[in-house]
């Protein structure tokens, strides 16, 4: 892997990760915007259905000239998201279907024409679908003294331009973004943006054609803002982290496309490829480790609130058998608590422990008892779930054995205020319907 | 009951065609397997702008080649299948699902053909590749379903994600086994655009398995399917296992997918699945004659863009394909009778002529009875000026409508106006009546001013049937509180 990497060429493999890194900011930039106004399979039609375009293009002018490619891919995206709206609203077909019907449409007719035009012009039909990043330092041109790859002018240009793009209609992008009626009544042309943006997704995916090919566009446009949107909840950071993540993935496709099959003992393979994977691995990254919205904060988060409410259910449990005890026999058996909660042993001593190591609970020989704090914890939520009893039974139509449940699952989440506001309602009682006496309340000492 | 009737045509023409397809293997056999008369290189001479004689024309479209009619029976049931389990997927609003799954199929290819090279099996095992295409299909569809239960993404961009990630993988693959120099990789590409030409007899039989599969089980769960697509809460509440009914869709799906990989490519098969289904929406807005209307347009369409490409040689018959198919869908889009523009369009202009000529006769009707004459056998003339007067239309219109309310019979006509007939008499008391009773029905009912209600009955007089008019004398008839 180390050896690999020694071929490592400044020139050229710095070039590359260069190009790629112009490449993905540019599109990441945009699909922001697609992924917030959830048109991200918009970015894949358009980035299909632009072959037509650019086979037209090379048929007229014969060349490869950047301007009639632009210009031809400007159309034909305009036109797919044109096509796509007239077949969902006239002919009244789901967005999805409409959409698939249009760009695999246009991709098969550009598929035809390039095999067409491949007859006349020098261009190779793999180059244009899966990129051909390894040669675009080769083909360099001079500006203001320096000699740069052609595609890293053209990127570049695209890249300031889509920055221009969104720096200009910032304001009104995130409002028509999040709030398209908004927009609307504000004034803003929601069907100008739409077209605008639609039309730079098409020049900013021919820009990246020679870069990482027609079907990776999507990668690089969908995957750093779908990874950053699981970051983060502002729209001005969530741009930020998507470039940086685009930039990144160029950086760590490179690398590994040409590091990683040498571990099994291939050489290098296509950076565009690695990009996407290097883009997909960044992204389940964040699906993870997110931090509000990740997989497994938010599994942590479930875990320690499902922990919570079993552990204060059993507290209560304490409280209401001591409740019920006789003469001097507060303390508990642990296992009694098995039967009486229907808990399995192993769960009832992760929560005991909860307990203990909270100080909530104390073991006296063998048995549990509740100390003055856990009392007062636990005698709160018998308050509160003996005052929604009485609230339910009096203001909803459930049947005094139903309360109990409802009731149950509601006194986790009463806090002082609304334990009090319950009491106002209910006339602060002493007595719950099942003739139970209500607790007073009690100020917790932590 | 549907769905047995469903199976027996669909399986029938499946089981025509794999019988087309085994005789033609057989015949194939007979003349000895190397016999590939149309190779893309030979009587095309790698040029594909020369136009193909008449002769090569004939030869393709009358199926003369059996090479040739291997890859149209293949393509055929597998448009027939795509297209059936298609008006599913595209019901179910699942069209693009379809698209990622296709994708997240290239890696499982690549992985399969590594695995094959390596362990000696021979490298052109297409069962072994179908397999693992159809291993990280199903991941990636997984993958797709997590995402989408389990973070905020939206579905495009789980979509997005999963089939950009997972080509990226596919060419990353590829580009490992390209250092082979076994020269097969070449051969891989076909399952990105697609070459129905390098099909065999055996591919034609697993396509014929595949389909036949794919339409047994569409079959079988016909009613549980089409539950599903309309209302799966309602299915829920009854019973169904919504996710497993789901599972089994996307499933079918895979296997169309799969089988469909070498004749049209991983990019266009999906177009296969949405767009016979999308097309058919058009013509029924039954579940069972649009879903075999489906399969129909899908196999007709894979049958002709086959012939197509069977002559132009050297483009891509994917490509050929969807575009025979995407013409066939234009086609229904305009002239669809269920939903189609122009049928929708001219049921319209009718509806509008007929409500533009009951305003007419309701209109002379009220100008004959606030000037008495009604009670007159004679016909009187009503003058242009004063239907004119009646209601915010132009003179060319009303000329217009008179003209045919003439041919109707409800009225006669000459320069300076109109004169109602006894049919037209009798047809417009009765549109005035229904015109009326509504205006009351608001007024007694709805608490709506008597000032506001003539707009209303306006609209609702020309749709109002008998039951309807019924009701209301019942209802009219009947002494109400708050009538003022």
């Known amino acids: 892997m180390i050896e690999s990497l020694q071929s490592w060429d400044w020139y050229l493999d710095g070039w590359i990760v260069g190009v790629g890194i112009l490449c993905a900011t540019a599109c990441a930039l945009l699909g922001n915007f697609l992924v917030l106004r959830k048109m991200s399979m918009m970015g894949d039609a358009i980035s299909h259905a632009v072959l037509p375009g650019l086979a037209v293009a090379f048929l007229l002018t014969e060349s490869r000239t950047s301007v009639p490619m632009f210009l031809g891919a400007a159309i034909v995206g305009v036109l797919t998201a044109l096509f796509t709206e007239w077949i969902r609203g006239f002919g009244k077909v789901d967005e999805g ?27 190779d039909p793999g180059c244009v679908l899966y990129g051909a990043m390894e040669f675009t330092p080769l083909d360099t041109v001079e500006v203001a003294g320096f000699v740069v790859p052609r595609v890293a002018v053209t990127l570049g240009v695209v890249l300031l331009v889509n920055i221009a793009f969104v720096a200009i209609f910032y304001k009104e992008l995130k409002i028509s973004s999040f709030d398209p009626e908004l927009a609307t009544t504000m004034g803003i042309n929601a069907g100008l943006m739409h077209y605008l943006l639609m039309t730079l997704v098409a020049v900013t995916a021919v820009a990246s054609f020679e870069a990482v090919g027609n079907i990776l566009v999507v990668a690089v446009l969908i995957v750093p803002p779908a990874a950053a949107y699981m970051l983060t909840d502002r729209l001005s950071i969530m741009i930020a982290l998507s470039l940086v993540i685009a930039a990144v993935s160029a950086l760590l496709g490179h690398v590994s496309a040409i590091a990683g099959p040498a571990l099994f003992g291939y050489g290098s393979v296509g950076t565009a490829g690695m990009i996407a994977v290097a883009a997909g691995f960044l992204f389940v990254l964040a699906v993870l480790l997110g931090p509000r919205h990740g997989v497994i904060s938010k599994l942590v988060h479930h875990v320690s609130l499902s922990m919570r409410i079993a552990a204060e259910d059993v507290l209560a449990m304490l409280y209401r058998i001591e409740e019920l005890a006789v003469g001097e026999q507060r303390s508990v058996v642990p296992a009694h608590l098995d039967a009486a909660m229907q808990l399995a042993t192993p769960r009832r001593r992760l929560l005991v422990g909860h307990l203990v190591h909270r100080g909530l609970v104390d073991r006296e020989g063998g048995r549990l008892i509740l100390t003055d704090r856990g009392r007062d914890r636990a005698r709160n939520l018998v308050r509160s779930h003996r005052l929604w009893e009485t609230y339910l039974l009096r203001y909803t139509r459930l049947r005094p054995d139903h309360v109990h449940f409802s009731a149950e699952r509601l006194e986790h989440s009463t806090d002082h205020e609304l334990q009090a506001a319950l009491n106002a309602h209910t006339d602060s009682p002493h007595i719950d319907p099942h003739g139970r006496p209500i607790p007073p309340r009690i100020s917790e000492r932590d | 009951m549907t769905g047995a009737r ?37 009587t095309l001479s790698g040029s594909a702008a020369e136009w193909p004689s008449r002769e090569q024309w004939v030869r393709a479209l009358s199926l003369r080649d059996h090479n040739t009619r291997v890859v149209v029976l293949g393509v055929t049931m597998l448009g027939l299948a795509s297209g059936v389990i298609g008006s599913f997927t595209l019901l179910r609003k699942r069209a693009l699902m379809g698209d990622a799954l296709s994708h997240a199929t290239l890696p499982g290819i690549g992985l399969a053909f590594l695995v094959a090279t390596a362990t000696g099996i021979t490298t052109k095992s297409l069962l072994l590749l179908l397999v693992g295409a159809a291993a990280t299909g199903v991941v990636g569809v997984a993958v797709l379903l997590f995402l989408r239960r389990y973070t905020r993404l939206k579905e495009d961009a789980c979509l997005g994600v999963v089939l950009s990630v997972f080509f990226g993988a596919g060419i990353a693959v590829l580009g490992v086994i390209q250092q082979l120099g076994t020269g097969s990789a070449a051969g891989l590409e076909t399952f990105i655009y697609g070459k129905a030409a390098s099909m065999v007899p055996g591919d034609v039989v697993l396509i014929g398995i595949g389909g036949i599969l794919v339409i047994l089980v569409c079959g079988l769960l016909f009613k549980e399917f089409m539950l599903l697509c309309f209302d799966p809460a309602y299915s829920a509440v009854q019973g169904w296992p919504v996710l497993g009914l789901d599972i089994v869709m996307m499933a079918l799906v895979v296997v169309v997918t799969v089988i469909g990989l070498q004749a049209v490519g991983l990019v266009l098969i999906i177009a296969m699945l949405i767009i016979p289904a999308a097309a058919a929406r058009f013509w029924f807005d039954r579940m069972l004659p649009m879903t075999l209307l489906a399969g129909g347009l899908g196999a007709a369409s894979a049958m002709v863009g086959a012939g197509i490409s069977a002559v132009f040689a050297k483009l891509p018959s994917g490509a050929i394909i969807v575009i025979v198919t995407a013409v066939v869908f234009a086609f229904s889009m305009f002239f669809g009778p269920a939903r189609g523009l122009l049928p929708r369009y001219v049921r319209r202009r009718i509806l509008q002529r007929r409500i533009g000529r009951q305003h007419l006769l309701r209109a002379a009707y009220e100008l004959l009875e606030s000037k008495g004459g009604l009670e007159e056998h004679t ?6 000026d004063e239907l004119l007067t009646k209601r915010s239309w132009s003179l060319r219109r009303v000329r217009k409508l008179a003209r045919g309310a003439q041919r109707a019979g409800q009225v006669e006509l000459n320069d300076g106006g109109i004169a109602l007939t006894d049919l037209g008499r009798a047809d417009a008391a009765r549109i005035v009546r229904n015109h009326r009773m509504w205006e009351m029905y608001l007024i007694t009912y709805a608490d709506i001013a008597p000032s506001h209600v003539d707009r209303d009955a306006d609209m609702i007089e020309h749709v109002l049937d008998a039951d309807m008019i019924a009701e209301l004398e019942g209802l009219l008839s009947r002494p109400v509180a708050s009538c003022r």
């Open chain 2, 379 to 384: 016909p009187r003339w009503i003058a242009f």
């Open chain 1, 97 to 123: 279907a409409s959409m698939g019907v249009v760009f695999t449409t246009l991709f098969a007719i550009g598929l035809v024409l390039i095999v067409r035009a491949a007859d006349y012009v020098d261009l």
């Open chain 2, 6 to 42: 469903f199976s027996a045509v669909a399986i029938a023409a499946v089981v025509l065609l794999v019988l087309g397809a085994l005789w033609t293997s057989g015949s194939l056999h007979a003349h000895g397997p190397e016999i590939r008369p149309e190779s893309a290189d030979g």
